[in-house]
């Protein structure tokens, strides 16, 4: 089987060693693309330093979108059809695109079922874990006056 991405003509937005981003233009107008140089199936077999850098990178593609685009929101999705890869979709309030899918109802039984084995993996030697605080020793840092992607973000609708 040949892979789409690997075969086709891509309109390159960025390259390096490891992984190339190119424009799709299919979903919306920023909708972008992410993926390794070298083919790989799943995200398993994406080496540990490449992967961290396939999803900086798609991070980053988002925030270029969400700023050049004025965007409202973004989607990042990771795919693994025909190759490994992040979709970043930039969106708009109203846009019309549905990514809804309608949830699976499990009956009484089968959700109690599912709750008692994800609990019983929790447990060592059949004792509950201890209950310990997480500490977090980070001091957030704080940047008056300055135009930052990060802080618009909070504003943004979801």
């Not at 961290?52 to 973004?74: D, K, N, R, V």
């Amino acid at each position: 089987m040949t892979c789409n991405l690997c075969d086709e003509k891509q309109v390159l937005l960025y390259e390096d060693e490891h992984i190339v981003i190119s424009h799709a233009g299919e979903t919306s107008r920023g909708h972008t693309r992410v993926f390794t140089k070298k083919h790989v199936d799943h995200v398993e077999d994406i080496p540990d330093d490449i992967f961290e850098h396939l999803f900086f990178s798609g991070s980053y593609a988002a925030a270029i979108l969400f700023e050049l685009l004025s965007a409202h929101g973004t989607n990042i999705i990771l795919r693994e059809k025909d190759h490994a890869r992040i979709e970043v979709i930039e969106r708009k309030q109203d846009d019309g695109l549905n990514f809804q899918w309608k949830p699976k109802t499990l009956s009484a039984a089968d959700m109690d079922d599912s709750q008692k084995k994800i609990k019983d993996a929790f447990m060592i030697g059949g004792e509950k874990k201890e209950d310990r605080p997480v500490e977090i020793d980070v001091k957030p840092e704080v940047v008056k006056g300055v135009d930052n992607y990060r802080i618009k973000n909070l504003d943004r609708i979801p």
